[in-house]
């Protein structure tokens, strides 16, 4: 393997940690990589991504929680607002860990998914296992649908930008 494609390989990775489905599995399509290989460098990306994520995320509330309690002491028991509580219910109630893992790695990005993950589900292995299923699951998908694709996103491309 050249350095090329290490680099190549890298960059992908890179990718799958921070935007999944608009950026590392296309990536890998476009870099016409075989299924088997594809898929295992990002899903690792994903999946790295969803655990560096995952504890920035725990270490992020934390430090927030020691400030806001240092510096705002009065504010340690606030109340919450209707909005925030329906917001609160509906995305415990409605999706649940299993929705949020299902929407992050194509609609929202690994580090925001995460990140929300981690605020309302405070079990980090938890929150990992399910980035693990949904990262894997999306991953087969996206690659079938853009190697299936491929031609005429690239088509689409050459004639259109």
Do not use: C
Request: net charge positive; glycine share 6%.
């Amino acid at each position: 393997m050249n350095l090329h494609g290490l680099w190549q390989i890298l960059l992908i990775f890179l990718l799958s940690a921070l935007k999944f489905g608009f950026g590392g599995v296309p990536a890998a399509v476009f870099a016409k990589f075989p299924f088997f290989k594809a898929v295992t460098i990002t899903t690792a990306g994903g999946v790295a991504g969803a655990i560096f994520f995952a504890h920035v995320s725990q270490w992020a509330l934390d430090k927030w929680h020691q400030f806001r309690f240092k510096y705002f002491p009065r504010s340690r028991n606030r109340t919450i607002t209707i909005a925030d509580r329906k917001l609160a219910r509906f995305i415990r109630e409605k999706w649940g860990l299993a929705g949020i893992a299902f929407f992050t790695p194509f609609i929202l990005s690994i580090p925001i998914g995460t990140s929300i993950a981690v605020h309302f589900y405070r079990d980090k292995q938890k929150v990992i296992s399910y980035m693990l299923v949904s990262i894997a699951a999306w991953d087969i998908v996206l690659y079938v649908f853009y190697n299936n694709f491929y031609h005429f996103i690239v088509h689409y491309i050459h004639h259109h930008l």
